[in-house]
T-cell receptor, first 113, second 112 residues
Framework: EAQVTQNPRYLITVTGKKLTVTCSQNMNHEYMSWYRQDPGLGLRQIYY???????DKGDVPEGYKVSRKEKRNFPLILESPSPNQTSLYFC????????????FGPGTRLTVL | GENVEQHPSTLSVQEGDSAVIKCTYS??????FPWYKQELGKGPQLIIDIRSNVGEKKDQRIAVTLNKTAKHFSLHITETQPEDSAVYFCAPTSYNFNKFYFGSGTKLNVKP
């Protein structure tokens, strides 16, 4: 089944404890992206990747890191999480950057205490 | 970047009524206009889209209309059903854009 998977789905952590949220797609998509969703703000793009080893900042990149070593995986890294990073996170992929339709993962709800 | 506004933020209708959600954008280079539906506990999913060379597109009970001159497009849902209850997002963009900007979302509640 073609899909985008994220792990974990739920995570509660403490300030300063490094964490990684994994994202994987099995559709051979070139473009991958991370969003955070907060009430009243919609989805805001954190980072995106046009292809392997190519990443760039979205609208809200502060406090996050990403890597794209393989086409299928695009992990989101929080080196030192803070409470303002408590949010619902979505990974998405697109066949090519110019295809436009995005395929979303199920989401990761992160709470930073 | 693109400035996207979506209205209303919440919409409550009776089953069988119609619902309309409007999205305005700022970048005249935008040429792809999708609507996503997000059900509770799930990621957004594309339900309908339109490209700039078309003014309207229909798919059964849902339709999207585009006014490029005024820089807005709208989602129309007719004969609403309880399963239409969800949050809807617009995300106008262009084939040349690398970044994506979403509206703030509209929570639609269809009352049985």
């Amino acid at each position: 089944e073609a899909q985008v998977t994220q792990n974990p789905r739920y995570l509660i952590t403490v300030t300063g404890k490094k964490l990684t949220v994994t994202c994987s797609q099995n559709m051979n998509h070139e473009y991958m992206s991370w969003y955070r969703q907060d009430p009243g703000l919609g989805l805001r793009q954190i980072y995106y990747s046009m292809n392997v080893e190519v990443t760039d900042k979205g609208d809200v990149p502060e406090g996050y890191k990403v890597s794209r070593k393989e086409k299928r995986n695009f992990p989101l890294i929080l080196e030192s999480p803070s409470p303002n990073q408590t949010s619902l996170y979505f990974c998405a992929s697109i066949p090519r950057a110019q295809s436009n339709e995005q395929f979303f993962g199920p989401g990761t709800r992160l709470t930073v205490l | 970047g693109e400035n996207v506004e979506q209205h209303p933020s919440t919409l409550s209708v009776q089953e069988g009524d119609s619902a309309v959600i409007k999205c305005t954008y700022s970048d005249s280079a935008s040429n792809y206009f999708p609507w996503y539906k997000q059900e509770l506990g799930k990621g957004p999913q594309l339900i309908i889209d339109i490209r700039s060379n078309v003014g309207e597109k229909k798919d059964q009970r849902i339709a999207v209309t585009l006014n490029k001159t005024a820089k807005h497009f709208s989602l129309h849902i007719t004969e609403t059903q309880p399963e239409d209850s969800a949050v809807y997002f617009c995300a106008p963009t262009s084939y040349n854009f690398n970044k994506f900007y979403f509206g703030s979302g509209t929570k639609l509640n269809v009352k049985p």
